[in-house]
């Protein structure tokens, strides 16, 4: 049983959170032209390594907020905690992101290029500065994220 | 009048006149085996019967040879019983740690008919076929007859019998705590760790598995500590910790797992000692611990010599001898034989001498010397250095034993043999620290060469090892050591811990920690020939057996483990591990370091399931969630049923009527006069905020922009798999502000949802979302007098159809109730969902009830409910639908938006395989016979005649007798159903019977759609 | 936050817990009642959900932060805001106000974007207190309720058992418990339960 660090809550028990399995898997949208085979790497296709793990939970007993955290499959230690939508800090973590297969991935273009497109109108006149450091900040596809 | 009891036999004339902990003043009478015995207050089932000289307690697991008691504590691998009578009986506990109360009652395990006479017992006279991996060798083959073999196995080779009742009467707890050190074990070390991070003001739970504190030292009469004897200090030790605030003391309770960050589990025997046990505290109580830092101080294991016949019941752990005789007052033997590789023995046979028995020592070691062994022969003992004990023989007791001159290593004999005649060995192979829970914990072990044990070499969890258990054996040692440890895990829990460490003042025998490594001690034969010498009591394992595992190629300890069972079951390998993989390396031409050790896992002693469930049994096991019209249903004769958590009314059955009567009765009401639902469990969500709109129409398939206020739309919610995971009404209250409801099951999982998508998708958009499926509740009025009984309720609305239409909302007052009313339709009938605030629902429902009386309204259930929607093919998400189900799959592509860019699950319903032809679509089903309801769940052939297995084109999902059309109706999942309208499916029953049914069209009353508007 | 709880305006209708009685267990030894059970139906229940841009609104209402700080209840007077995350809490009220007070600051937000929603009905609001509140409580709350680390004022959401509740210390030995009104039967029978070896009072 592991102890999170909610960072809203603070350290609560495992059975207050539920997993929800590998972070950073970019969303590619419906228009997007990419194969049943590539559209399957997003939908179906997840990882389960031995070692540093990047995953998201949710304090579902708690605030119910999601997040990301960094966790070692092996010795069970969750070296980061870090919110949707960034990416970690601790190098370790995210070279374990960079090395992702899924990086190469027509899914995971697509996703982030609808990720743009979909920015770009969305954006009004006033609020671009704040809207830009906050694309900034996020990892390809908003569900980098997810 | 002259009902006397039997007087017991001659009683307790193995106990010593004075000494030991117990209460001479205090007898306790106590039964084994049908047989009445005494002991004294203090006493442990074991001390007892040594007391009144039963040694024999047991039949072995797999030879059914006689056994008896080995050890004083936990690691007792032999002497399992059974505790109790009827419900309350326990199987398999330890006589060593079971504590003596009035009127206790024990049986032996695993004989038949009984202790002395087994038959079982042949199995040692064929003991040539019973290799090891005896039983996966004979019960391989045919397949056929496992279930067969299983049954005589599980008969002839199980330990004790579980209770007669099967169910459990005792009351149990379970607590979480939280603690800045948690300390395993309450002997010296433990003791040293408490009291130095106890003094920093940390909160401190010492627990140790025995009834006081004290460990090994509550036996060691030959030691004193601060000029005191040790169970004086051991008294003011534990006064000290008792008097500080956050300190908890929890004696008879066992550290039995170690999980990761910290996390421990403890069970605390409560009442177990006690004869009458009040009737408010429970039996054992789980302690689940979280320990900022923990401290191991567990101790060490003895273990025991492998030598032929060192099973016999009378041959035993030197220090557990040493124990029954200082702290129990227990003579276990008259002649004694101490068989041993270290100095430990010397101190047992010196208070064997003391007690008044005869005493002979087999020191293996050549050249034995030093104080102890100096002492002893002052003391007059007869030490044979460079000696064995090569056979113990006897009936069911040791009677005799053959001594023989040794070589080094005890490999082979080099000498005479003397015979001796003899009640009692003892014997030593030196000490193994109890590294179980450390290595439960993933810490590492290193072997040392020197004391010849595993100890702990470095720690995975936030955790210190304290004193025997780390290999410190010597008692300055692990004084010194429990201190070091609580300071350290005192100050890395973050509290200042006095760094000055004050080691008591010891006087105490000095000795030598180091054995002689002698593992399997020959009896002058070849290997694998003569009596059996045992490795592993619990599990019948001899050196034999590991030997032949290693020939025949398992050579992995762990597979060794497996294939021999040795270090399973209760025992977790503590007196046999280090024995048998000496054993194991020396057959491999190997060293132990390199065998390694097998994995110590949880529990280190039993836990009762009891304990792990606690209250979490009946109706505590999981919640019933209850309507605020639950009190009406109840007081109605309403029947139940679970749907998910809550609690719903199933029917209503009159006085005299079947479920099949009241079920046709109220299906037949909602469509000629009303009937009236409880529909208070439907989930209901408030989503608010400018992209609300937006926001739905990415949940659901359909559109959503353009819902006008006021009006109600029905919309599919899909995974992004394009599976279907919810349906459900929402209605628009502002522009900015929508009233979302969700199946009663799937209210949770819905939230939570489109939380997610919110939180991690898209962040962008500004909405807010909150349950309100409590705040309201909801009663569904439906039937051609609906609207007549609202009137007469008194309603404040035009409920015309033109001024309040289909799939629109309207707030009034009824009954000058403020409610939300939803025109909307499960029935197909007119249909008004009434909201109410939740602390009105009841109010509601019987204005409702009462207003209806002239209306012929009728109250009706779930089960109604399914029939009345499938008789109109409404689906419910779940029962037509199991995760692998999509719109088209239900024919439902009309609430699909093909304008919409996107949508949960639209990328996927584009797949290649979504339009298979051979997907399973839903239909409706009319069986030939009309009066014949196929069951849910039956598989639908085309040819009912064709060999098995039969190819299955689908299944039933809906199926009820439909009073309103007069016949049976159905709605099923069948491969390429939609092309095969008109087609005959048959229903092979398991009797041999075969349904027929035609495919329709899921729609079965009132096609046209014409009562919506009543 | 007494006050709150000695409040006599009563909401009309029927509480979560209403018709619940004989459950009393004496205490074993004779003596003090480990633990005693009070449904609290007269309060209000706003749950909030918004960020700090309408702080000022909510402040000039309630006299409370929002949001308050982390697993904390900002009080004045009869309201009290409870943290629930970083983007919700719950405003308690006095009873009966709960409709009035939503109306007056969604106006006073008109155009922000923020949800406050009543969910009076919702919710159940339990005073347990007795002098082993904790160790009750400890049965089923994974939370280390040591009154050096969950002290007045403190307030978590977390998993009582098997039902979701809010806990807020209000005192020593006195914890509000906030769950669900479907939950508030098995609630009660669970504290009830867990209380056997304490002595157990419940005044609907």
């Not at chain 2, 009458?276 to 109580?285: N, T």
């Amino acid at each position: 049983m592991l102890i999170i660090n909610c960072p809203h809550c603070g350290p609560r028990e495992e059975s207050e959170f539920a997993c929800g399995g590998e972070a950073h898997i970019a969303r590619p949208l419906a228009e997007n032209s990419i194969s049943d085979a590539e559209f399957a790497d997003y939908l179906f296709l997840r990882d389960n390594p031995k070692g540093l793990f990047l995953e998201r939970w949710r304090h579902s007993a708690g605030c119910r907020r999601w997040f990301n955290i960094a966790r070692d499959t092996v010795s069970h230690e969750i070296i980061e905690v870090y919110p949707m939508g960034a990416l970690p800090r601790k190098k370790d973590a995210l070279a374990t992101h960079a090395a992702s297969w899924r990086r190469d991935t027509a899914a995971e273009k697509a996703a982030e290029r609808a990720a743009q497109k979909a920015q770009k109108p969305a954006q009004k006149p006033a609020q671009k500065p704040a809207r830009q450091k906050a694309a900034a900040k996020k990892a390809p596809g908003k569900r980098g994220g997810k | 009048m002259g009902l006397m009891k039997a007087k017991p036999a001659a009683q307790q004339m193995r106990r010593r006149s004075s000494g030991g902990r117990i209460d001479r003043t205090k007898p306790v009478t106590f039964t084994f085996d049908g047989r009445s015995y005494q002991g004294y207050e203090g006493d442990t089932l074991a001390s007892a019967l040594l007391a009144n000289n039963v040694h024999l307690l047991g039949r072995s697991f797999k030879y059914h040879r006689p056994r008896g008691i080995v050890g004083s504590g936990s690691e007792e691998p032999n002497a399992l019983i059974r505790l109790g009578r009827g419900a309350y009986a326990e199987p398999n506990l330890r006589a060593t740690q079971i504590e003596l109360y009035e009127g206790l009652y024990a049986e032996s395990q695993n004989r038949t008919p009984s202790l002395k006479f087994d038959i079982g017992a042949v199995n040692s006279l064929l003991e040539r076929f019973f290799p090891a991996g005896f039983y996966y060798k004979t019960f391989m083959w045919p397949a056929s007859m496992w279930m067969t073999y299983e049954h005589v196995i599980r008969r002839a080779a199980g330990l004790g019998r579980v209770a007669d009742d099967h169910n459990d009467p005792d009351r149990y707890e379970k607590a979480h705590v939280h603690c800045d050190v948690l300390v395993a074990g309450g002997g010296a070390a433990g003791l040293m760790a408490a009291l130095h991070a106890g003094r920093s003001g940390a909160r401190v739970i010492l627990a140790d598995e025995q009834n006081e504190f004290g460990g090994w030292l509550l036996a060691e009469n030959d030691t004193r500590i601060e000029g005191v004897d040790a169970n004086s200090w051991i008294a003011g030790m534990v006064a000290d910790l008792a008097a500080m605030p956050e300190v908890t003391l929890l004696p008879r309770t066992t550290v039995f797992g170690y999980m990761d960050h910290n996390y421990l589990t403890l069970v605390e025997r409560v009442t177990d000692h006690l004869a009458e046990r009040p009737a408010h505290l429970p039996r054992q109580r789980l302690w689940k611990v979280r320990a900022g830092q923990t401290v191991l101080a567990q101790g060490a294991h003895e273990r025991p010599l492998v030598f032929s016949g060192n099973d016999l019941p009378g041959v035993m752990l030197a220090g557990a001898v040493r124990h029954f005789i200082n702290r129990f007052g227990v003579l276990p033997g008259n002649r004694a034989i101490v068989v041993t590789n270290n100095d430990d023995a010397y101190r047992t046979a010196i208070s064997l001498n003391e007690a008044g028995a005869n005493v002979v020592v087999a020191d293996l070691r050549i050249g034995a010397s030093g104080p102890l062994i100096t002492a002893a022969k002052d003391a007059g003992i007869a030490v044979m250095a460079g000696h064995a004990v090569t056979l113990a023989d006897g009936n069911h007791r040791v009677a005799r034993v053959e001594i023989s001159a040794v070589n080094e290593g005890a490999t082979q004999i080099t000498g005479d043999t003397v015979h001796m005649d003899c009640d009692l060995i003892a014997m030593s192979g030196g000490l193994s620290p109890a590294v179980h829970l450390h290595s439960q914990a993933r810490g590492k072990l290193a072997w040392d060469d020197r004391t010849l044990c595993f100890k702990p070499s470095a720690t995975h969890e936030a955790s210190f090892n304290a004193g025997a258990c780390n290999g410190s054996f010597d008692l300055g040692a692990a004084l010194r050591e429990g201190a070091r440890a609580g300071v350290k895990a005192a100050t890395a829990a973050g509290f200042k811990a006095f760094t000055s460490i004050e080691t008591p003042a010891l006087d105490t025998p000095k000795q030598s920690w180091r054995p002689l490594a002698a593992w399997k001690i020959t009896n002058g034969e070849e290997p694998g020939r003569g009596p059996k010498a045992f490795v592993d009591f619990q599990n019948d394992v001899t050196a034999s057996d590991v030997a032949l595992a290693a020939r025949e190629g398992f050579q992995s300890v762990e597979h060794l483990k497996r294939y021999t069972t040795m270090g399973m079951a209760t025992d977790q390998g503590k007196t046999s591990n280090i024995n048998a993989l000496a054993i194991l390396a020396d057959a491999l031409g190997s060293e132990i370091p390199e065998v390694g050790t097998t994995t110590f896992r949880m529990p280190y002693t039993p836990a009762n399931i009891g304990a792990i469930a606690a209250r979490d049994i009946g109706h505590l096991f999981d919640p019933t969630r209850l309507t605020r019209m639950d009190e009406w249903h109840r007081a109605n004769g309403a029947t139940f049923e679970h749907v998910g958590q809550w609690m719903r009314a199933w029917y209503y059955p009159q006085e005299g009527e079947t479920m099949a009567e009241a079920v046709n009765r109220e299906v037949l009401a909602a469509r000629t006069t009303a009937g009236l639902l409880d529909a208070s469990t439907l989930g209901k969500i408030d989503i608010r905020g400018p992209d609300a709109a937006e926001f739905l129409n990415r949940i659901y398939t359909n559109s959503w922009l353009r819902l006008g206020i006021g009006k109600c739309r029905y919309g599919l919610m899909l995974k992004d798999d394009g599976m279907i995971m919810d349906d459900g009404v929402t209605t628009r209250l502002a522009e900015d502000h929508f009233h979302m409801t969700t199946t009663t099951g799937g209210a949770a999982g819905v939230l939570d949802w489109m939380e997610e998508w919110l939180q991690t998708e898209w962040p962008d958009l500004k909405v807010y979302l909150t349950s309100v499926t409590e705040e309201w509740s909801v009663a569904t009025l439906s039937g051609p007098n609906a609207a007549k009984i609202l009137e007469a309720a008194g309603i404040d609305i035009d409920l015309g159809a033109s001024s309040f239409p289909f799939m629109s909302m309207q707030e009034a007052h009824l009954g000058g109730l403020p409610v939300r009313i939803f025109r909307i339709s499960f029935t197909g009938e007119l249909s008004y969902e009434i909201n109410v605030k939740a602390r009105h629902g009841l109010a509601l429902w019987t204005l409702l009830m009462k207003a209806g009386t002239d209306f012929g309204i009728t109250p009706y259930g779930t089960e109604a409910m399914h029939v009345l929607r499938a008789e109109k093919g409404f689906i419910i998400v779940g029962q037509e639908t199991d995760g692998s189900v999509t719109p088209p799959d239900l024919n439902m592509n009309w609430i699909v938006s093909d304008v919409k860019a996107d949508f949960i699950g639209k990328r996927a319903l584009a797949r290649a395989s979504m339009s298979y032809d051979d997907r399973k679509q839903l239909v409706g089903l009319m069986t030939t016979d009309s009066q014949r309801v196929i069951p849910e769940g039956a598989h639908a052939v085309i040819d009912p005649d064709q060999p098995m297995p039969m190819e299955m084109l689908g299944q039933v999902t809906s199926s009820y007798y439909s009073p309103n059309v007069g016949a049976s109706i159905a709605m099923a999942m069948l491969k390429g159903g939609h092309s095969m309208l008109g087609s005959k499916v048959y229903f092979p029953m398991l009797d041999g019977d075969v349904i027929e049914a035609e495919i329709v069209e899921p729609m079965f009353f009132d096609a046209k759609g014409e009562r919506i508007n009543g | 936050m007494a006050d709150i709880m000695t409040g006599d305006a009563m909401l009309p209708g029927r509480s979560a817990l209403a018709g619940r009685a004989g459950m009393n267990v004496a205490a074993p030894d004779g003596g003090k009642t480990g633990l005693r059970v009070q449904e609290v139906a007269h309060i209000g229940k706003i749950n909030i959900r918004g960020t700090k841009s309408i702080a000022k609104v909510i402040w000039n209402h309630t006299g409370c932060d929002f949001p308050p700080a982390n697993n904390m209840v900002s009080s004045a007077g009869a309201r009290h805001i409870v943290w629930l995350g970083p983007d919700e809490a719950l405003l308690l009220c006095e009873a009966g106000m709960e409709r009035d007070l939503r109306r007056k600051i969604s106006a006073d937000l008109a155009g922000q974007h923020f949800a406050a929603t009543n969910v009076t009905d919702a919710l159940c609001v339990l005073k347990v207190e007795g002098p082993d509140v904790r160790a009750v409580l400890a049965k089923g709350c994974a939370l280390d309720l040591h009154p050096g680390k969950f002290g007045p004022g403190q307030c978590a959401q977390t998993v009582l058992a098997h039902a979701g509740v809010t806990i807020i210390a209000t005192d020593e030995n006195c914890f509000l418990l906030i769950c669900r009104t479907s939950f508030a039967p098995y609630t009660l029978d669970w504290l009830q339960d867990a209380a056997l070896e304490f002595g157990f009072v419940f005044q609907g």
